[in-house]
């Protein structure tokens, strides 16, 4: 069965990224712009409940929460530095606590600038190949805000600092800043590469001070949050609404969240930093291909060209099937799960991601309500890539994303409600002048 396709250019947000309505705190490969989910909340009237996202990231979909006026809301990640980012913007902290906490550090941080002192213990931690990666001058600086920072007794603030720290941890390291992935800087530019930590520390805090104060702490009243470093523990018919952009791109295990992430976990004492990766969905290869359902087809014809490739993309989709059951089990009768994910393209062969999620969801008693098909404009992904991994062999990355909607029904009387939704959204469609794909 194919599921029908609504292209909805109201979805597109032209020229609007994240920070449009909602600036991040930290920057964070393929994140959800919280403008979909505000308005696909509006259009299926969606402004109570609790909210779940089982691979929550940086928490775009909890800023849709809060917009939304809904006041519980959970958050699974297995990346420490996505749960790091969430909690600092999404957990209550006094304004004047903060600042007060922040005037401290940057006391200490002036005098040591001064007299090159420092009262505290300096804690350069085990990351790999150090000297690869840092100037001398950046590992003391990185090691001394590491520990003014955790002298700080508040542990929500001290969480809140190492989110500037984090973003610090990478622009005073030899890292291409412009990639997700760890790549460094070429020799010449090494040469002239002397940041200054605690300049570049100062100035992040102050902007992410700046943008929790005047953006988040405001939406934060009666607002009840639970965030978890691992991956979803699945709570029976508990969830009212599932927001979610879940991993998806072009390389195998679909966005280097684990590379981007790798330096900042390792600088936080995070053993597994290095393995992270291979802990996300298709991380690890899979046994036999995935021969069911709507993806059989696409499968074997990627296994034509290479059965290992088969494989790799076989453990992403076991992976995503495994989790969909999760989550199903987890929503409410009435309850809707709202998936945003685009159809990566390997060896040529564009997978349908989004088809997948809508047959898996309708496998778990849930009903296909509506996909919108939006233009992809507002993420920060490579235009090009190398699917086939052949030297100078490059396709442009995908450009759409997909919205699907799926409702767990109470019963009979649902699903004829279903029906009559997917009529009004035909007759908008219309209306619209829109094309059905």
Sequence with gaps: MKYRILRNNKYDFTGQSYGTSYPNLHRYPATMIPQIGIEIFKELNIKSGKLLDPYCGSGSSFIVG????????????INPLAILITSAK?????????????SIIKDKLYKYTINNEIDVKLDIPNVYNIDFWFPEQSKIELAIIK??????????IRRFMMVPYSETIRESSYTRNGEFKLFRMKEDA?????PNC??????KLDKAIFIYENYYYPLLDNAKFNFGYSEFPKK???????????PYGDSRTTVAYGQFSTLTNEWLGIAY??????????????????????????????????????????????????SIIDVSKSVKKGGKIIYIVGNRMVKDVILPTDQFIAEKFEENGFRHLLTYERFLANKSMPSLNSPSNQTGIKRSTMTKE????????FGIETLVVCEKNKKLYKTNKKKKNNKIS
């Excluded at 520990?147 to 007794?153: D, G, K």
Aim: neutral net charge; proline residues 3%; contains cysteine.
């Design 66 to 77: 809060l917009d939304r006026g809904l006041k519980e809301m959970e958050g699974f990640d």
């Design 90 to 102: 999404f957990i209550k902290i006094n304004p004047s606590d903060l600042k007060e906490n922040v």
């Design 147 to 156: 520990s003014l920072i955790f002298t700080i007794s508040n542990e929500n």
């Design 190 to 194: 090494m040469k002239k590469f002397n």
């Design 198 to 203: 605690i300049d570049i520390f100062s100035a």
């Design 236 to 246: 029976e018919k508990y969830f009212d609404v599932v927001l979610t952009s879940p």
């Design 273 to 322: 930093a290095r393995k992270i990766d291979t802990m996300l969905m298709g991380g690890k290869i899979a046994k036999e291909k995935y021969s069911k359902g709507i993806l059989s087809f696409y499968i074997n014809q990627i296994e034509k060209e290479s059965p290992k490739r088969a494989l790799e993309v076989s453990a992403f989709y076991y992976d995503l099937e495994k």
């Design 402 to 409: 997909y919205i699907i909607v799926c409702e767990k029904p």
